[in-house]
């Protein structure tokens, strides 16, 4: 795995740097959502599913494990593209689940493609409706267009909003729960439903859940042993914790007409 030097470490977005110290759930409602996006996706042996913005491709890999299923793995970072490799190669997974390159903005893939589309907490790193446009796109008529995304829960203060959105994750946007329900209902899909919860990715409840004990002591550990590592937490930590009582995750499940 490439060794970041470290002012890259310094320079990471949360999410890389997560990927860095090892940690496989990066999206904000952890495991809770997945299972929640998993629960209404209609998956079986014979589905071909896409994940845009597969991370370190730890739902990929779960999806082909549980229920048999083609999974095509996509990412716009070299970083995450490594890492995902990486784990799908530990895991004796390739051939089941294929890792590329793709952009959520102009995915490299045909239209009606794939029976099931999902996205964890991605859409918001990009254009919003035309990443919504393309996962509908090459989903197939009748599939599932799956997504979680960011939301705030209550309104934060101008403060908390400024520190999360300007500092923590720079070009990041995301509003409300019928804010995403328009976007996905402008991109063609319909029977648009939503499940919400808290953000609980960086609480300690929420980490332990997401990663287990020893997973969860073996990326602490990997932290301790890097100064670079341990500023980035100190820098990542107090500023997170300003938007987290504010911040949720809403599950956004549709369908693409037949
Ligand atoms: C919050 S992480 C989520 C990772 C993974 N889905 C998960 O839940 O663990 C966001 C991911 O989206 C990827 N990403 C950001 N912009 C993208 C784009 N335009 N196209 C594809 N992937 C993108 C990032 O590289 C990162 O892996």
């Not at 496989?24 to 299972?35: C, K, M």
């Not at 991370?55 to 995902?84: C, K, S, Y």
């Not at 530990?90 to 996205?119: H, W």
């Amino acid at each position: 795995m490439t060794k970041l030097a470290a002012a890259e470490v310094a320079a990471l977005d949360p999410y890389k740097f997560m990927a860095t110290i090892g940690k496989r759930v990066i999206h904000p409602g952890g495991r809770v959502s997945t299972e929640a996006l998993l629960a209404r996706a209609h998956i079986t042996a014979a589905s071909q599913v896409l994940d845009v913005g597969c991370g370190v491709a730890t739902t990929a890999m779960e999806i082909a494990r549980r229920f048999g299923a083609q999974v095509t793995a996509v990412d716009i970072a070299p970083l995450m593209l490594e890492r995902a490799e990486a784990n799908v190669r530990a895991a004796s997974m390739t051939g089941r689940v294929t890792v590329q390159p793709g952009d959520i903005c102009a995915l490299p893939f045909e239209g009606d493609s794939f029976d099931v589309v999902i996205a964890e907490a991605v859409t918001m790193f990009a254009d919003r409706r035309r990443a919504a446009s393309e996962l509908a796109r090459v989903c197939a008529p009748g599939g599932q267009v799956l997504a979680t995304e960011f939301c705030w829960r209550t309104q934060p203060p101008a403060q908390a909003r400024q520190v999360f959105l300007g500092q923590v994750c720079p070009g990041m946007f995301f509003d409300t729960i019928d804010d995403w329900v328009e976007i996905y209902s402008s991109a063609g899909l319909t029977n648009v439903a939503t499940q919400t919860g808290p953000f609980e990715m960086m609480t300690r409840r929420g980490f332990l859940a997401d990663e287990g004990p020893a997973h969860s002591l073996a990326i602490m550990t990997r932290v301790a042993a890097r100064p670079a590592n341990i500023r980035k937490m100190a820098w990542l930590m107090p500023r997170m914790a300003k938007a987290v009582p504010y911040l949720g995750y809403v599950l956004v499940a549709s369908q693409k007409p037949r």
